[in-house]
Antibody, heavy 116, light 107 residues
Framework: EVQLVESGGGLVKPGESLRLSCAAS????????MNWIRQAPGKGLEWVSF????????YYADSVKGRFTISRDNAKDSLYLQMNSLRAEDTAVYYC?????????WGQGTLVTVSS | DIQMTQSPSSLSASVGDRVTITCRAS??????LGWYQQKPGKAPKRLIY???SLQSGVPSRFSGSGSGTEFTLTISSLQPEDSATYYC?????????FGQGTKVEIK
């Protein structure tokens, strides 16, 4: 069964950092591009970042560029999102998704709350 | 960036009704669009990819059409379990962009 499981969310103060992880199973992780997509409470979906299968291509939303870094470890079937200089507006459920087209498979999400 | 304008923002329909949701792109995106369904407290689920291809396991009452700048998601006969919020997503270029969502309620 194809599965994505996010972890690492929590409550942090503005300006602090957090690292999210996404563990993949049930498919050849290294053959797929991966995304992070977030959803603020009661709001719509916002694409955050993409990394290609071999890390050749990396893209970010303007709202996180320069603060967030996406990475992956194909040997560990894992995707990461390093989030620095967090702001209140980064509060959201963060989903990892599989695929170059936005996501044919989604994890259950991990909640990040940025509040003083 | 490509803007995706989705309409309506919400609708209420009866079981068995035909329901149509529209997404318009600010520039041509060929057929590079997907449709997603999200139920409260759950992760989104892809229904349609490349504008009109049905995701495996998705009921055939869901269909998608369109190309260029105008796209449609149709539910041919609304069922109670279709109560959800629906989003379109363009995958023509980065940054990927979603429509604002359409909340579908059952009368």
């Amino acid at each position: 069964e194809v599965q994505l499981v996010e972890s690492g969310g929590g409550l942090v103060k503005p300006g602090e950092s957090l690292r999210l992880s996404c563990a993949a199973s049930g498919f050849t992780f290294g053959a797929y591009g991966m995304n992070w997509i977030r959803q603020a409470p009661g709001k719509g979906l916002e694409w955050v970042s993409f990394i290609s299968d071999s890390t050749t291509y990396i893209y970010y939303a303007d709202s996180v560029k320069g603060r967030f870094t996406i990475s992956r470890d194909n040997a560990k079937d894992s995707l990461y999102l390093q989030m620095n200089s967090l702001r209140a507006e980064d509060t959201a459920v963060y989903y990892c998704t599989r695929g170059n087209w936005g996501g044919d498979t989604w994890g259950q999400g991990t909640l990040v709350t940025v509040s003083s | 960036d490509i803007q995706m304008t989705q309409s309506p923002s919400s609708l209420s329909a009866s079981v068995g009704d035909r329901v149509t949701i529209t997404c318009r792109a600010s520039q041509g995106i060929r057929n590079e669009l997907g449709w997603y369904q999200q139920k409260p407290g759950k992760a989104p689920k892809r229904l349609i990819y490349t504008a009109s291809s049905l995701q495996s396991g998705v009921p055939s009452r869901f269909s998608g059409s369109g190309s260029g700048t105008e796209f449609t998601l149709t539910i041919s006969s609304l069922q109670p379990e279709d109560s959800a919020t629906y989003y379109c997503l363009q995958h023509n270029s980065y940054p990927r962009t979603f429509g604002q969502g359409t909340k579908v309620e059952i009368k």
